[in-house]
């Protein structure tokens, strides 16, 4: 079972992106791009849990200090693992509460350090390491889980993707990050980047992830 969750994050992370673009621009009427911020991404995978009858609900992590990212629980044979699937980054691999564990992918390293009630998690990438998120293993209520997902647009909350436009996608071999107007290239043997100007990045998400974004753009002067 735990083979077939990681799959499924796999197949996530690279059919639904990571983007921030509801939140920059409004959603529009027409020509919606699936996936979203942490919180839409981690719901959708969790649907598809439910589907695979796995005990599974939702987590809160903390970043920065804050309790402001989403991802899943899953408690499987008496073990609890940590699904982060509505991450930027592509964390492939469950994060179990009771070990720390480390893994690659696209050139990148992830490791978890397990202290008591906590699961820290770090990644490294181009030869920098950093602590990327801290998770209390005691679980919420749901509610209070949902609740906060409900007003994260009018909470006053500043995320780390609040004012910078996010896209993110494992796509082929590689996976794809766009931050600001700089695109990412990672792979197992190779990194590269590119900066774009502002009108060139509709057209870049297009090429580069295969999705359509103008409807998002069309009320803005590029």
């Not at 529009?28 to 991404?41: A, W």
């Not at 990045?201 to 999705?211: K, L, Y």
Request: glycine residues 8%.
């Amino acid at each position: 079972m735990i083979s077939e969750i990681q799959q499924l994050m796999y197949e996530h992370f690279a059919t639904t992106p990571f983007h921030n673009l509801d939140l920059l621009y409004g959603r529009p009427c027409q020509g919606q791009v699936p996936g979203g911020t942490c919180s839409d991404k981690t719901l959708a995978f969790l649907t598809d849990l439910k589907k695979l009858n796995v005990n599974a609900q939702l987590h809160s992590a903390f970043i920065g200090g804050q309790e402001v990212h989403r991802l899943v629980r899953i408690d499987f044979e008496g073990r609890v693992f940590f699904a982060d699937v509505g991450n930027g980054w592509p964390a492939l691999n469950l994060f179990p509460a009771g070990e720390s564990v480390s893994f690659k992918c696209f050139g990148m390293k992830y490791r978890s350090v397990v202290t008591e009630n906590w699961v820290r998690v770090f990644h490294r990438r181009q030869g920098k390491e950093s602590l990327q998120m801290e998770i209390n293993v005691t679980p919420k209520p749901e509610a209070e889980i949902y609740e906060q997902i409900n007003s994260r647009y009018t909470s006053g909350i500043e995320y780390p993707f609040s004012k910078s436009l996010r896209f993110s996608q494992i796509v082929g071999n590689a996976f794809l990050f766009l931050r600001g107007n700089c695109l990412e290239r990672y792979s197992v043997h190779s990194f590269s980047s590119i900066e774009l100007s502002e009108r060139d990045i509709p057209a870049a998400i297009n090429s580069e992830f295969g999705f359509d974004v103008e409807n998002y753009f069309s009320t803005r002067n590029l």
